[in-house]
């Protein structure tokens, strides 16, 4: 195996770890009652979070005000395990 093979493989490997992380800290403010500014940090300015039939919000602002206004009188509660 040559080094630019195990960069590539390294890389993957901390891509993956850095997804299971984001997804961890979402959850986490999910959990604790919608921190709306957390929650909205876990995205890029770009970012679209959609809730299927809670719906759609694109960029972090839209996010942040969603779960600061409308994320805990439509969601009673969230519990990720």
Not at 35 to 57: L, Q
Not at 61 to 74: G, Q, R, Y
């Amino acid at each position: 195996m040559t080094n630019q093979e195990i960069e590539r493989r390294l890389q993957l490997l901390e891509d993956v770890e850095a997804i299971k992380n984001l997804k961890n800290r979402y959850c986490y403010w999910c959990d604790a009652n919608y921190d709306a500014a957390n929650i909205a940090s876990c995205f890029t300015e770009d970012g679209i979070w959609d809730g299927g039939s809670f719906g759609s919000y694109n960029g972090r602002a839209a996010v942040h005000k969603f779960f600061a206004e409308d994320a805990p009188k439509l969601l009673l509660f969230a519990m990720h395990m």
